[in-house]
């Protein structure tokens, strides 16, 4: 099983992140509104992001990984989208961050049913998952439009949060 080089969808190419992204990586994650509902902190500066890139192991593991998001039209990094192994619970996540100029514009619901549908057709998986603070309405309703169905509350980070899912059996 082994996510290729890069993925299309009709407005983006989706490709694995290197450390040339680590600029880009440390921009979207300077925003605190981007941040609000994950849990993550901002990178320390640029090179923290750097190291993180150089050290983002999901790819040679797992044969998954988050993606860069290109625009094709700009070329531009617009964020990340893709699949992430998670071994203590034995299962695939989907996940996906943009920068806020792209939010309400279907990239992220693009991106992320063509990382389900990739992940189910070409690596096999049979049970992908999402989780979202429950105040994330708008990643909510993009697992939604997915395809993904609730499954149950958890605690995301001192939060209450939500589980979705979806199997390779499930009817678009």
Known sequence: MKIPAYIETERTVLRHLTVDDAEDFYTLNLDKEILKYTGDHPFENIQAAKNFLINYDQYKKYGVGRL???????????????LKYNPERDEFDIGFRLFREYWN??????????????????????????????????????????????????????HDGVIYERTKFDKD
């Open 68 to 82: 860069a998001v290109i625009e094709k039209i700009t070329s531009k990094f617009i964020g990340w989208c893709g």
């Open 105 to 158: 514009k279907g990239f992220a619901t693009e991106t992320a049913k063509r990382c389900l549908d990739y992940g189910f057709k070409e690596l096999g998986i049979v049970r992908i998952v999402g989780r979202a603070m429950k105040e994330n309405i708008a990643s909510i309703k993009v697992l939604e439009k997915i395809g993904m169905t609730f499954k149950e509350t958890l605690d995301f980070d001192g």
